[in-house]
């Protein structure tokens, strides 16, 4: 196809947003504004570029209400949204040609599916005779530029924090760009409501927004909320699920409202003391993660140490059932997952608890968990997911030991000591005494009944013995550990 010509007065530079809809720090959308041609945004969904990856239940709830928002920040830079359904490889190139566009600018992306989709189109277009920009706008480093003293990848946290932490640009990020001097363009786009991106019946994404502001307004409001009122109390509050005391930024992260150069920016601005220094090496986690899954694309669906192709992953349809709707009767496994159910969010001690619980206690396959969470969390990540559950499970790089098994009821005495995550999202148990919350089995009888508690009735015995699962699993770990020595990739 030959390259369509253009006056400079009449330049279109489209602008393809994905997983970065802000207009603050994004390189992208500043490049395209500064390049001095008529601007147009473009957003496609693709439900088939990232195969079984396809946005999630929840986070096409959180997408519907961040397009709306960055519709409007766009349309005040004079930016249309342009919205389109299909596959990207032949959406962006047909917009490109229907919009006469000369330029296209997008921020870059790590999943394996979309960095490849990604590269060809960039080839494709070049080949069509378009201008393609790439930028990075979601990482503080990106994984390419990142490498041991030996040149490969890092596969453990520490060394690799230690490398990036110092690399960290400090510099202000980008302000949101000025209105560009173009008028609106006036493109046909899909209507957002024909898309049905918010679950209609049943609508249990009902209490979603009485704890989230999707876009990038909300993004800045829980930024500032946590640096102004929680930040102080991060290291030592946030393991404690019953206290808010981590930011929840994850899903304003996760879909670009946000930039980590802006939360370190700011962050870094309240000094360097212990807890902003958590505060970021939390965030380091998450480049890790990226880090992880750029060099080794697989990582969402296999086992990164190969010796846990062999493990004797059950089947166990109840047990699995009981976990997603928060009934094994192991109350700090249930408070999480019914956390997750109701407000598309887990607190990350309960996430390691819960999915320790699944991965140990009912020896189920991670790739299970990590489907559900995929499909429920609203800051369901590619990187942070599957490394995440691989971690726990004890697959994945830096792994915690598999012989490390959480006892639920000690982890909840432990880090919810008074029993109010319980009572919160276990509401059957709150009249139960702090001192039997977190093991209502043990509460003898009268006690029980004092509580309205009927075990087995009201809420359910443990699905499974914790002395009976822990031994369970070693067995199952101890089958293939002949092989774990040196089975790395
Ligand atoms: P904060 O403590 O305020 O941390 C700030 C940011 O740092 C987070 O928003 C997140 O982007 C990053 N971060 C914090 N902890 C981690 C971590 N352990 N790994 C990677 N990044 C981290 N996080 C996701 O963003 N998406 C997921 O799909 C996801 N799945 C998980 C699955 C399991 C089984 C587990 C154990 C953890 C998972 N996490 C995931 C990591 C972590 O639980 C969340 O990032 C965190 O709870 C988000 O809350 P916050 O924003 O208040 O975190």
Known sequence: MARPTHSSSSRTAVFWTRNDLRIADNPALSAALLSGASVVALYVLDDHTAGKWRLGGASRWWLDGSLRRLAESLRSLNVQLVLRRGLAKEVVPAFMKEAGGAEIFWNRRYG???????????????????????????????????????????????????????????????PAPERGQHSLSNYPSDALDAWRLTPQSPNWAAEFPEHWEPGEAGAMKKLDAFLDGCIDGYVDGRDVPGRRATSRLSPHLQFGEISPRQIVWSASAQGDGAAVEKFLSELGWREFSYHLLYHFPDFPEKNWRTDFDAFPWREDEFGFAAWTKGQTGYPLVDAGMREL???????????????????????????????????????ADIANNSVSWQWVAGSGADAAPYFRIFNPSAQGERFDADGSYVRQWVPELAKLPSRYIHAPWTAPEAVLREANIRLGTTYPEPIVDHAHARARALDAFKSISHANRGNEP
Not at 117 to 142: C, I, P, W
Not at 362 to 369: C, P, Q, S, V
Request: charged share 25%; no cysteine.
């Open 341 to 379: 159910w109701a407000t598309g969010w887990m607190h990350n001690r309960v996430r390691m608890i819960a999915a320790s619980f699944l991965t140990k206690h009912l020896l189920m396959d991670w790739r299970r968990g990590e489907a559900w969470f995929w499909d429920t969390l609203l800051d």
């Open 112 to 174: 394996a599916a979309e960095r490849l989709a990604d590269q060809d189109l960039k080839a494709s277009l070049r080949s069509d005779g378009y201008t393609v920009r790439s930028f990075n706008g979601s990482l503080l480093t990106e994984p390419q530029t990142i490498t041991t003293g030996a040149g490969g990848p890092y596969k453990t946290y520490s060394p690799f924090w230690r490398t990036v932490r110092p690399k960290i640009n400090k510099s202000a990020p980008l």
